[in-house]
């Protein structure tokens, strides 16, 4: 692996990181305080740093230390994490992801903002915001040098950079550092015996081992951590220089640092045993160490003591092995392998996912051509060969299920991005606006994913520019002065549901009557319904903005929204209550790959129309068609009345209108949310089939979304359900409300 991959990799790493970032960020900004969220928060910006230190990423290293820092305030309890410093915080989460773009993409950063956030930064640091935060100096002796002990301890000689005032003033504070190794630290080749050694390096320090979990040789698991170490340390450079010294071991040991006054510090040798094995650290490294090595080779010989005890219960079990023993052993190696086993992922390349996909599709298709064949050869469908195809079926299924569960990716990542762009948007219009997620755990194709950031970034900056009302509008309606835009992934019928609401003014409809009438898309005396009136936003060149901005007011938006969610499979509907706010409802493929469906026959076609969008099958009766219009008829279904919708001369299978007694319906969800009723020949049957692009092999067919081979091996087209509902109602828009107007 050349170094180039392994910078993809690092760049790969970062976007899990930020996304980490972002979310413990999110948590702390709702007043989460739980340790553990702050430990990853500052993991993510630490890991990022040092990872862009090993590439020279110079800019991205700067910034990342002085946000570590201040991250490390929050996490030592220094610095209280209020709205004012999570501001700060979110802020320089954006600039960490601009700099890592940069740093994998090419380009450059604004210098003006990534250094004001600097400075911001290294105020929080500095205490320039809680006076607790700069109390533990105030408390902390301060020595110019370090000088040797009465009890004979030298200290030695350390620096670090970055560290500020606040930990030059409390360089002699005593510390109790509590320190038990855990499995996972061994077995990732990391040895106590050297972090000890490390340790020993930043000042004077006092060690003891505890073995009250040392078990009988029998009994002892030689990969397993049985030794832990109290000590008591005074770091030249403060509690960082401590946990500099675990940070790539702190999450494979219990780790606890706790400050104590210097002059109650008492060695931890006088109550806990200490382990007098002569060991010299000047053999861990080229030159001499300058430690207290009366009390630390103790400490630092109880480790290799564990590895040598170890391999001599290795030894031992090689020629002693009871059937209890082995069963135990037996037992602590599953439950090691399932440990590991449960944290393991791998990176694959996306282009071999698919072709793995593709292949699995073709599998279905020649299951499905080789079950046809068998079914028409065999009268009775007793056969072996039959049975044995049912099987083959079901394991079909099973198999593309499982492939399809490999690109199912959750929502979460493109949710977190909406956050900045709130953030960003509300800034720039001076809005206070919070952003709420649900269901971001939400699982969807990851092509779906990937093309669903376009409509939702969209569909935020309209709901913050003109969807939440300034602060002072809000307080004039009692309103709260910050206003909130929810966004909800859920499952629901085979499809993912998004929802964006916000409780904001809602749509003006007068407005958007008046501005449709003015750019000539309905006529002046269009008797339309709220719910025509909401959706005319979705217009082409449709905009209520007075001015052209950077955000809003070019007459491009929500039209691009709605071709993107067509594009996917999907439909998009508007609702909005006004003074309370709106709510936009996207309906989504949960693949792109495979669907199910109905197969109907139409003029001697054959079709395929998705599952997802039928209610229900019907055969209409005479007694229930009504002739409406010229050529327009209805169906009565309970009471109520459905448009019916010929599809074979929508379609131009036929120049003339079917007879629907003769046919079957198919009550179906349009764009809109109201139903119409499609009519065809005959129902074949329901079957899952492989969607098989008509844009990238042929053209666009207007009504039909794509194509699959069925298994005689006809080409069979996928109705695209909603288009075809809106050219029953016009070719255009225009049109479409004048026939609503007729009605």
């Known amino acids: 692996m050349d170094m180039n991959e392994i910078k993809e990799i690092f760049f790969q790493e970062c976007e899990e990181q930020l996304a980490e970032l972002e979310s413990g960020l999110l948590k702390m900004n709702d007043g989460d305080r739980d340790p553990e969220t702050v430990n990853a928060v500052f993991r993510a910006v630490h890991s990022i740093k040092g990872g862009a230190g090993a590439f020279g990423l110079d800019d991205l290293v700067a910034f990342a230390h002085v946000f570590e820092t201040t991250l490390d305030c929050v996490r030592s309890n220094k610095l209280e994490p209020g709205p004012e410093v999570m501001k700060v915080m979110l802020k320089s989460a954006d600039v960490l992801a601009d700099l890592t773009n940069a740093a994998r993409d090419g380009g450059s950063v604004d210098a003006s903002r990534s250094s004001g956030l600097v400075k911001e930064l290294e105020a929080l640091a500095n205490g320039q915001m809680p006076a607790a935060h700069a109390a533990p100096a105030a408390a902390a002796p301060v020595a110019k040098a370090p000088a040797a002990s009465d009890d004979g301890f030298q200290p030695v000689p350390f620096s670090f950079d970055g560290f500020g005032e606040e930990e030059e003033a409390a360089a002699l504070s005593s510390f109790e550092v509590s320190f038990k190794p855990r499995r996972e630290l061994y077995s990732k080749g990391n040895e106590a015996a050297l972090l000890l050694r490390d340790l020993s390096r930043t000042g004077e320090m006092s060690i003891s081992c505890i073995m009250d979990d040392l078990p009988s040789l029998d009994d002892l698991d030689p990969e397993e951590a049985y030794f832990a170490w109290k000590i008591q340390i005074k770091p030249e450079k403060g509690e960082e220089a401590i946990r500099t010294v675990f940070e790539f071991a702190e999450w494979d040991c219990d780790l606890e640092i706790k400050m104590i006054e210097t002059e109650q510090a008492k060695p931890a040798g006088e109550e806990l045993p200490m382990i007098p094995v002569p060991f010299d650290l000047s053999a861990l490294d080229d030159g001499p160490e300058m430690v207290a090595a009366e009390t630390v ?47 393991q992922t791998i990176r694959v390349d996306l282009d071999r ?28 469908g007793t056969s072996a060969v039959n049975m044995g195809l049912e099987e083959l079926q079901q394991l079909t299924r099973e198999i593309q299920d499982s492939v399809m569960a490999i690109r199912a990716q959750p929502v979460k990542p493109v949710f977190q991005r909406m956050s900045r762009i709130v953030r960003e948007v509300a800034d720039m219009v001076g809005k206070s606006i919070r952003l709420v997620t649900e269901g971001e755990n939400t699982e969807v194709d990851k092509t779906v994913i990937d093309k669903l950031a376009e409509p939702l970034t969209h569909m935020i900056r309209n709901a913050v520019d003109h969807g939440i009302e300034s602060p002072e509008k809000r307080a004039a309606a009692g309103k709260e002065p910050e206003g909130t835009i929810k966004l909800t992934a859920k499952h629901r019928s085979g499809r993912i549901v998004i929802e964006l609401v916000d409780d904001g003014a809602g749509i003006n409809r007068e407005r958007v009557r008046q501005k449709a009438i003015d750019n000539e898309l309905i006529a002046a005396d ?88 039928i209610v229900e099958t019907l055969q209409p009766e005479a007694r229930n068609i009504h002739s409406f219009g010229a050529n327009q008829r209805l169906i009565s279904i309970r009471d109520s009345f459905c448009p019916l919708v010929d599809v074979g001369r929508i379609l131009n299978f036929r120049g003339t209108q079917a007879n629907p007694v003769e046919g079957v319906a198919l ?59 809106a050219a029953s109602r016009g070719q255009s828009l225009k049109q479409e409300m004048s026939l609503a107007v007729a009605g």
Do not use: C, W
Not at 298 to 320: H, N
Not at 353 to 380: C, F, H, K, P, Y
């Open 297 to 343: 080779n103790a400490a630092v010989d109880a480790a290799e003591t564990a590895t040598r005890v170890s391999k001599l219960a290795a030894a031992k079990a090689e020629k002693k092995e009871s059937p209890a023993a082995a069963a135990a052993a037996a037992a602590a190696a599953a439950a090691a392998q399932a440990n590991n086993a449960a944290g």
């Open 353 to 380: 996912v698919d072709r793995l996909i593709n292949l699995v599709g073709e599998l279905v298709i020649n299951q499905a051509m080789l079950s046809q064949s068998v079914i028409e050869n065999d009268a009775t």
């Open 526 to 613: 269009a008797n339309l319904t709220d719910e025509e009136i909401d959706n005319l936003i979705f217009a082409p060149g449709f905009s209520t903005a007075d001015k052209i901005s950077d955000i809003s007011g070019r007459g491009v938006g929500m039209d691009v929204v709605k071709r993107s969610i067509q594009a996917l499979g999907g439909r998009i509907s508007i609702t909005s209550r006004p003074g309370l706010g709106s709510t936009f409802t996207m309906s989504l493929p949960l693949t792109l790959a495979v669907l199910d469906g109905m197969v109907v026959t139409v003029a001697g076609q054959t079709l395929v129309v998705p599952l997802t969008a």
């Open 667 to 725: 009550l179906v969800e349009s764009e809109g949310g109201g139903q119409r009723a499609l009519m065809v020949d005959a129902i074949q049957g329901q079957r899952q089939v492989v969607i098989k692009s008509l844009e990238a092999n042929y053209t666009h067919v207007p009504g039909i979304a794509a194509a699959t081979i069925l298994g005689d091996g006809r080409v069979a087209l996928i109705l695209d359900v909603d288009a075809v509902v």
